[in-house]
């Protein structure tokens, strides 16, 4: 009889998730009446992870730099989830700007100290590197990276001091672009790569503290920005082939903020919200930050391996893939 190899195999590979995957005690309890400091709060994933963590008795500080459009969002909210107006308290300020946000930090701080800084204001200008004007560039980084940056320079003396009695979360929004290229949009990604480096040194410093540092990785979100990907018929079918970009399986905000509250509870570094491709990303991607989980790691580890290989067939597609692309829409063949 043919020794099982396979069937033990998989069946290593299957305990191996079950044991990552097993519940572990949770950092945070829930958000009940927990101070989250929020930027990019009037839409998109902003918006969802606001009405989430109201729905779970959290009060917030939201920041938008419309502070008009920010106020009419945050009577919404309250008319909707039904919640007293003390609950909330809106910031008009330009993440860029750290006059502006740090002063929004301080005010926010003095109504009430804070428990959760999350860093989700961001932007995109999507198309090849060429095409982009100097502007475009300076509102891309400055918004993601400075708009990072300076919210978190502004308050973490006073988290670090939080956190003597209290859990305390940092939260960045990245993107699946933290780990891998998001064809078309090289200027986003790079400041997506950024905050990953940003957040994985934090961690490292905040090891003495009371403190956890997340970094949310979503996949591509059903938001007004993919209307202008899809306008863009070369750089759309690129993201087909590079980027595995197909709209019909984009995400929620709400989906994107469910997961990302979990994990923020649970205190885990790297969330993705993706089924499939973030894990597969995250295994490729890991880098010398290992995951919090032991198990996690050795199921990693079983992994990598045979990953890597599936990678190197794949990445001869894209470019293959590619230049038929660029051939057809510059040459017409």
Not at 57 to 67: F, I, P, Q, S
Not at 156 to 170: A, C, E, F, M, N
Not at 269 to 278: N, R
């Amino acid at each position: 009889m043919a020794f099982p190899f396979p069937w033990i195999a998989i069946g290593v590979v299957a305990a191996l998730l079950l044991a990552a995957l097993w519940p572990k005690k949770k950092f945070m309890d829930n958000l009940r009446g927990k101070h989250i400091f929020l930027t990019g709060a009037s839409c998109g994933i902003g918006l969802a992870i606001a009405k989430q963590a109201l729905r779970e008795g959290a009060y917030l500080t939201l920041v938008a730099r419309n502070g008009e459009k920010m106020l009419q969002v945050a009577k919404s909210l309250l008319k909707e989830l039904d919640c007293p107006a003390d609950r909330l308290l809106v910031k008009a300020a330009d993440v860029g700007n750290y006059k502006a946000i740090s002063t929004a930090v301080k005010e926010s701080y003095d109504w009430r100290p804070i428990d959760i800084l999350i860093n989700n204001a961001g932007v995109t200008r999507s198309g090849f590197m060429e095409e982009f004007s100097v502007d475009d560039i300076n509102t891309v980084v400055q918004t993601n990276v400075l708009g990072s940056l300076y919210p978190l320079h502004a308050v973490l003396p006073q988290l670090k001091l939080r956190s003597r009695d209290h859990p305390v979360s940092i939260v960045f929004i990245g993107s699946l672009a933290s780990l891998c290229w998001l064809y078309g949009n090289g200027v986003y990604t790079g400041t997506k790569y950024a905050i990953k480096g940003i957040a994985e040194s934090l961690r490292l410093e905040l090891i003495p503290y009371n403190m956890r540092v997340n970094l949310v990785c979503p996949g591509f979100v059903e938001t007004a920005l993919l209307d202008d990907v899809d306008n863009e018929e070369e750089l759309t079918a690129g993201m087909r082939v590079a980027s595995f970009y197909n709209r019909k399986y984009a995400q929620s905000s709400e989906a994107v903020a469910n997961i990302s509250i979990a994990g923020i509870k649970k205190g885990t570094f790297l969330i993705t919200t993706t089924l499939g491709l973030g894990p597969i990303l995250v295994i490729l991607t890991r880098g010398f930050a290992p995951s919090d989980s032991f198990m996690w790691n050795l199921f990693e580890a079983v992994c990598a391996g045979p990953l890597r290989i599936i990678s190197y067939f794949s990445q001869a597609e894209i470019y293959w893939s590619l230049r038929r692309i660029y051939r057809k829409h510059n040459h017409g063949s």
